[in-house]
């Protein structure tokens, strides 16, 4: 299964609302879709699982949502710390676990 | 709180086999699945394969002929090794848990490591 994340680039001005999109090449249980945040020189963070639940910590800005081969990742309003680059992941139970190619976020 | 710590040589001659090892800290071994991801300098994340507290394994399968992951149980940590190595293989090399039993929930990386970045050059 191939992850297709779009845009490859967006750029937002803090306090815009950013839409990030991950498409599954067929259809996916939703509770395998996850995202992660990645900030230059540190591991990615988990931000999202079973496509729509926060991780611990994480601020209700970030909502995930979607089923069947699209999901989404909303953050409301944007906050200066949240330019980075945003992954989904996917685990197909075969056992593979599958990254979209990122989303970056940047500063407009 | 978690831990996971990779360590290992920075620089690896093509041809030959790059091993890593992560230590696990605030939590046992002898629980979940403990993964091995990798990223090439401004690329995406691979994911590479994973143990269980058993020695079971599974590896993605564009690496497998050439993948190694191992537990040891006595250290608290488990290892990654990848022979024939080129250029291609130089990335930032992640350690991370995938909670055991997620297939009847959620399959995430959580924690990871901070990475180690590896290069393949002679």
């Known amino acids: 299964i191939v992850l297709t994340q779009s845009p490859g680039t967006l750029s937002l001005s803090p306090g815009e609302r950013a839409i990030l999109s991950c498409r599954a090449s067929?259809?996916?249980?939703?509770?395998?879709l996850v995202w992660y945040q990645q900030k230059p020189g540190q591991a990615p963070r988990l931000l999202i699982y079973?496509?729509?639940t926060r991780a611990t910590g994480i601020p209700d800005r970030f909502s995930g949502s979607g089923s069947g081969t699209d999901f989404t990742l909303t953050i409301s309003r944007l906050e200066p710390e949240d330019y980075a680059v945003y992954y989904c992941q996917l685990f197909d139970g075969s056992p593979m676990y599958t990254f979209g190619q990122g989303t970056k976020l940047e500063i407009k | 709180q978690v831990h996971l710590q990779e360590s290992g040589p920075g620089l690896v001659k093509p041809s030959e086999t790059l091993s890593l090892t992560c230590v696990v800290s605030g939590d046992s071994i002898n629980s979940n699945w403990w993964n091995w991801v990798r990223q090439p300098p401004g690329k995406g994340l691979e994911w590479i394969g994973e143990v269980s507290h058993n020695g079971d394994t599974n590896y993605n399968p564009s690496l497998k002929p050439r993948v190694t992951i191992s537990v040891d149980k006595s250290n608290n940590q488990f290892s990654l090794k990848l022979s024939s190595v080129t250029a291609a293989d130089t990335a930032m090399y992640y350690c991370?848990?995938?909670?055991?039993?997620?297939?009847?929930?959620?399959?995430?990386?959580?924690?990871w490591g901070q990475g180690t970045l590896v290069t393949v050059s002679s």
């Open positions: 067929q259809t996916v249980n939703s509770n395998y």
């Open positions: 079973g496509a729509s």
């Open positions: 991370a848990r995938v909670t055991s039993g997620c297939a009847t929930t959620s399959c995430f990386f959580d924690p």
